[in-house]
């Protein structure tokens, strides 16, 4: 602990010298007073440019457009033959029509091409491939809309020579691999290897079939499964990673054997008409020289993105002209070179992808960072908005405190970052001066203000006065209890759950072990005053919690005689969609903790590590990616432009759904309640979200005022004290005042 506290000092200390050296020096804490020297300056356009590249949507055709609303019309898979991209599009199951379609990215010109499917029992087409002129698609046999699965279901070869328009359809004639309960064989890949022969790939086995579906052999090559390929001038290279020597192998289609071999990773790989062997590496698509290895970038993704749902696939294809194609999150969109301009960089530190992240943290593709959906969407919405400034990546990773230390203390000296993912930053490390009061700017602002955001959850993000990191998004935790059983805040008690609790004893309550985390989590809320850094455990109210904690089952199922009597809601937000009414049918309370302050309900950040002791207790961020905390560096230079970064990141983007979280906005969390109530799932419409559920909620967030800590070291020390007392030999009350002492001279330590 005292290292620690020496290393923030020493942190703050140089600070002070670098500020010396003529960086800005940094607000101090709790002043916000000091107002942005140039809060309201206009941007200013850049007139230089320089060579490189960038993007633009090609418009999809009318019968492509809002084939399946949730994604996109080319989400489907896709293949390329010569210049032209052909894709499987994302359509509904029981679509009377089954298609593909080709789009020649050198005239710019759409084709369609109907997939026949015949006597098929529930057809789908589960993929496409193409190559010297001709179209395959594989079609299975499958359940859709809740049909029953054929006992021999299998699967159809289709066949179309797009020149002469000759199609063939015919049953894959495959039986189920030895040792398989299903007599039919369970396919995974189809690959064109040229107009007249294609390859099907299965858990154990490959297959070459000619139009007619006539098995020709089954060559040795390894594939098992579904293989990672591209095609280089029209030349198949295939990715084995269970090969001794891992990488692509040019496959000879005439023999049926590898050629030749590339140590190139398989993450990202892309093909071309072109001639070149294109990667992703480090962020950026890099080319390679097949023969000697090395490689040169030639663009980032993030500079060649729309939106940050164009990250994802990375379905990427470089035509003969040199042009770049990959689908985005509304249609294709075209990266071609061109001249662009020279804006001055603004540095954006995140965790990168190395093998020591830590845990919780996983990067978006083959990406060399991990941040939130929301944050690289800020990134990309900036960097095509704004006239003066670019946001660069600076990926930076540790894996144990000590590189963490040196991390921070190369941040504190260094200048040559201005924006920070805080995830990053240990809870404690906003004390060292590392990070800009953000609120002089919010003032000075004209486009966004306190006002635009929901009160209690901007006060959350207080320090000291002071607005040091922007969240975008929390959670809620809560307690929802039977509206029947409800007796309202004041005497909702230990007490009175253990009385209803014997009168009712088949009725449902959480699990021990989920009730720990979110009990441990919440009492650095509930019990610990922040501001004047003294605690409170040695109240009636935390021996009550003990003594709850203590009576609930360790183990139970997931029936209930007698229904539910209250349960534990980490993601209040997520669950939305999926009204508790489906749990309490005679209605519901947010109840909150017994026998706490104001609703007993508290706020979370969104976790970004999965490093949480226990059971079922999680918090979105270790399901759906981490969220969105940032600052601006004290050391910065450039901090007007990283105030406008910060200030697209406020504004928002196109996500108005509650699932990932609750919106600071009032604007955006507005959107989420009227999208929820607009989500009807088919089947549970007498469980829909409704006015009287959005009133609720809105209720709850609006009286929320707590937000718990996330600090490791302090929830470990209270998880030790409360495992102590539920493994027997001491009373709640002396437990409560054991942890009483503790957290106390921890917080001294910290002040």
Same mark, same amino acid.
């Given at each position: 602990?005292?290292?620690?506290?020496?290393?923030?000092? /020493? &942190?703050?200390?140089?600070?002070?010298?670098? =500020?010396? #050296? @003529?960086?800005?020096?940094?607000?101090? +804490? %709790?002043?916000?007073?000091?107002?942005?020297?140039?809060?309201?300056?206009?941007?200013?356009?850049?007139?230089?440019?320089?060579?490189?590249?960038?993007?633009?949507?090609?418009?999809?055709?009318?019968?492509?457009?809002?084939?399946?609303?949730?994604?996109?019309?080319?989400?489907?898979?896709?293949?390329?033959?010569?210049?032209?991209?052909?894709?499987?599009?994302?359509?509904?199951?029981?679509?009377?029509?089954?298609?593909?379609?080709?789009?020649?990215?050198?005239?710019?010109?759409?084709?369609?091409?109907?997939?026949?499917?015949?006597?098929?029992?529930?057809?789908?087409?589960?993929?496409?491939?193409?190559?010297?002129? /001709? &179209?395959?698609?594989?079609?299975?046999?499958? =359940?859709? #809309? @809740?049909?029953?699965?054929?006992?021999? +279901? %299998?699967?159809?070869?289709?066949?179309?020579?797009?020149?002469?328009?000759?199609?063939?359809?015919?049953?894959?004639?495959?039986?189920?691999?030895?040792?398989?309960?299903?007599?039919?064989?369970?396919?995974?890949?189809?690959?064109?290897?040229?107009?007249?022969?294609?390859?099907?790939?299965?858990?154990?086995?490959?297959?070459?079939?000619?139009?007619?579906?006539?098995?020709?052999?089954?060559?040795?090559?390894?594939?098992?499964?579904?293989?990672?390929?591209?095609?280089?001038?029209?030349?198949?290279?295939?990715?084995?990673?269970?090969?001794?020597?891992?990488?692509?192998?040019?496959?000879?289609?005439?023999?049926?054997?590898?050629?030749?071999?590339?140590?190139?990773?398989?993450?990202?790989?892309?093909?071309?008409?072109?001639?070149?062997?294109?990667?992703?590496?480090?962020?950026?698509?890099?080319?390679?020289?097949?023969?000697?290895?090395?490689?040169?970038?030639?663009?980032?993704?993030?500079?060649?993105?729309?939106?940050?749902?164009?990250?994802?696939?990375?379905?990427?294809?470089?035509?003969?002209?040199?042009?770049?194609?990959?689908?985005?999150?509304?249609?294709?969109?075209?990266?071609?070179?061109?001249?662009?301009?020279?804006?001055?960089?603004?540095?954006?530190?995140?965790?990168?992808?190395?093998?020591?992240?830590?845990?919780?943290?996983?990067?978006?593709?083959?990406?060399?960072?991990?941040?939130?959906?929301?944050?690289?969407?800020?990134?990309?919405?900036?960097?095509?908005?704004?006239?003066?400034?670019?946001?660069?990546?600076?990926?930076?990773?540790?894996?144990?405190?000590?590189?963490?230390?040196?991390?921070?203390?190369?941040?504190?000296?260094?200048?040559?970052?201005?924006?920070?993912?805080?995830?990053?930053?240990?809870?404690?490390?906003?004390?060292?001066?590392?990070?800009?009061?953000?609120?002089?700017?919010?003032?000075?602002?004209?486009?966004?203000?306190?006002?635009?955001?929901?009160?209690?959850?901007?006060?959350?993000?207080?320090?000291?006065?002071?607005?040091?990191?922007?969240?975008?998004?929390?959670?809620?935790?809560?307690?929802?209890?039977?509206?029947?059983?409800?007796?309202?805040?004041?005497?909702?008690?230990?007490?009175?759950?253990?009385?209803?609790?014997?009168?009712?004893?088949?009725?449902?309550?959480?699990?021990?072990?989920?009730?720990?985390?979110?009990?441990?989590?919440?009492?650095?809320?509930?019990?610990?005053?922040?501001?004047?850094?003294?605690?409170?455990?040695?109240?009636?109210?935390?021996?009550?919690?003990?003594?709850?904690?203590?009576?609930?089952?360790?183990?139970?199922?997931?029936?209930?005689?007698?229904?539910?009597?209250?349960?534990?809601?980490?993601?209040?937000?997520?669950?939305?969609?999926?009204?508790?009414?489906?749990?309490?049918?005679?209605?519901?309370?947010?109840?909150?903790?017994?026998?706490?302050?104001?609703?007993?309900?508290?706020?979370?950040?969104?976790?970004?590590?999965?490093?949480?002791?226990?059971?079922?207790?999680?918090?979105?961020?270790?399901?759906?990616?981490?969220?969105?905390?940032?600052?601006?560096?004290?050391?910065?230079?450039?901090?007007?432009?990283?105030?406008?970064?910060?200030?697209?990141?406020?504004?928002?983007?196109?996500?108005?759904?509650?699932?990932?979280?609750?919106?600071?906005?009032?604007?955006?969390?507005?959107?989420?309640?009227?999208?929820?109530?607009?989500?009807?799932?088919?089947?549970?419409?007498?469980?829909?979200?409704?006015?009287?559920?959005?009133?609720?909620?809105?209720?709850?967030?609006?009286?929320?005022?707590?937000?718990?800590?996330?600090?490791?070291?302090?929830?470990?020390?209270?998880?030790?004290?409360?495992?102590?007392?539920?493994?027997?030999?001491?009373?709640?009350?002396?437990?409560?005042?054991?942890?009483?002492?503790?957290?106390?001279?921890?917080?001294?330590?910290?002040?």
């Amino acid at each position: 602990m005292k290292k620690h506290i020496c290393l923030i000092l /020493a &942190l703050a200390m140089l600070l002070g010298l670098s =500020a010396c #050296g @003529g960086s800005p020096a940094a607000v101090p +804490a %709790g002043s916000g007073t000091a107002p942005p020297q140039t809060a309201s300056a206009e941007p200013k356009p850049v007139t230089e440019t320089i060579p490189g590249y960038a993007p633009e949507e090609t418009a999809l055709p009318d019968w492509l457009e809002g084939l399946w609303p949730e994604h996109s019309g080319l989400s489907g898979g896709w293949d390329s033959d010569g210049d032209t991209m052909w894709f499987l599009p994302d359509t509904d199951d029981s679509a009377e029509t089954l298609f593909a379609a080709g789009y020649d990215t050198v005239t710019g010109t759409w084709q369609r091409c109907g997939i026949s499917t015949g006597e098929a029992r529930y057809p789908r087409v589960k993929a496409i491939s193409t190559a010297g002129g /001709a &179209l395959w698609a594989m079609i299975e046999e499958y =359940a859709a #809309g @809740g049909g029953r699965i054929p006992d021999d +279901a %299998g699967y159809y070869l289709f066949y179309k020579n797009l020149n002469d328009g000759t199609e063939l359809l015919s049953r894959i004639p495959l039986a189920g691999d030895a040792g398989t309960e299903s007599s039919m064989a369970e396919l995974h890949t189809i690959l064109a290897l040229d107009g007249s022969h294609v390859l099907l790939t299965s858990p154990s086995s490959t297959y070459v079939l000619d139009p007619a579906a006539n098995v020709l052999g089954s060559p040795a090559l390894g594939l098992n499964g579904w293989p990672n390929y591209m095609r280089v001038n029209g030349q198949l290279y295939i990715y084995r990673w269970d090969a001794e020597d891992e990488g692509f192998w040019l496959l000879d289609t005439d023999s049926m054997s590898y050629s030749r071999h590339i140590p190139v990773d398989g993450c990202g790989c892309f093909s071309s008409s072109a001639g070149n062997f294109n990667c992703t590496v480090d962020g950026a698509l890099r080319r390679f020289d097949i023969q000697s290895g090395a490689n040169e970038p030639v663009f980032s993704w993030m500079d060649v993105a729309l939106s940050a749902d164009d990250l994802g696939g990375f379905s990427c294809f470089e035509n003969s002209k040199g042009e770049f194609f990959y689908m985005g999150k509304s249609g294709l969109i075209r990266v071609y070179e061109t001249m662009i301009p020279a804006k001055r960089a603004l540095t954006l530190a995140c965790f990168g992808d190395t093998n020591d992240m830590p845990a919780g943290y996983t990067s978006r593709g083959a990406m060399s960072y991990s941040m939130s959906d929301e944050l690289e969407d800020a990134v990309i919405r900036f960097n095509n908005t704004d006239p003066e400034y670019r946001i660069v990546l600076k990926p930076v990773s540790y894996s144990s405190n000590d590189e963490r230390d040196r991390l921070l203390i190369e941040l504190a000296t260094g200048s040559d970052v201005d924006v920070i993912d805080t995830s990053i930053l240990p809870e404690n490390a906003l004390k060292g001066g590392l990070l800009t009061d953000m609120l002089p700017y919010l003032d000075a602002d004209g486009a966004v203000s306190r006002d635009d955001f929901i009160a209690p959850l901007f006060n959350a993000m207080l320090k000291n006065g002071g607005l040091y990191e922007y969240t975008d998004k929390f959670t809620l935790m809560t307690l929802i209890s039977d509206a029947g059983l409800y007796p309202g805040r004041q005497d909702w008690t230990a007490d009175y759950i253990a009385q209803q609790r014997a009168e009712r004893p088949d009725m449902r309550v959480p699990f021990r072990e989920d009730m720990l985390e979110a009990m441990i989590w919440a009492s650095t809320a509930e019990f610990i005053d922040w501001e004047h850094m003294t605690c409170s455990f040695d109240s009636l109210a935390f021996t009550g919690w003990l003594k709850l904690l203590e009576s609930l089952p360790a183990e139970q199922g997931y029936g209930g005689a007698q229904g539910v009597f209250f349960s534990l809601e980490c993601d209040i937000a997520g669950s939305v969609y999926f009204s508790p009414r489906m749990s309490y049918p005679n209605g519901y309370v947010f109840a909150g903790f017994p026998e706490a302050s104001g609703t007993g309900s508290y706020f979370v950040r969104l976790r970004s590590s999965s490093e949480i002791a226990g059971g079922f207790f999680s918090t979105p961020g270790d399901t759906y990616g981490h969220n969105t905390r940032i600052g601006i560096m004290a050391s910065s230079a450039n901090k007007d432009g990283a105030w406008r970064f910060v200030r697209t990141l406020m504004l928002g983007g196109d996500d108005v759904s509650l699932a990932n979280g609750i919106p600071v906005s009032k604007a955006g969390f507005e959107a989420g309640l009227d999208y929820a109530a607009s989500r009807v799932q088919e089947g549970y419409e007498q469980f829909a979200f409704t006015q009287a559920d959005a009133d609720a909620m809105r209720e709850l967030v609006y009286g929320t005022t707590r937000l718990v800590h996330t600090d490791d070291a302090l929830l470990t020390l209270i998880r030790s004290e409360v495992n102590a007392y539920l493994g027997g030999g001491k009373s709640a009350e002396d437990a409560a005042k054991q942890l009483q002492s503790r957290v106390s001279v921890y917080l001294a330590e910290q002040s």
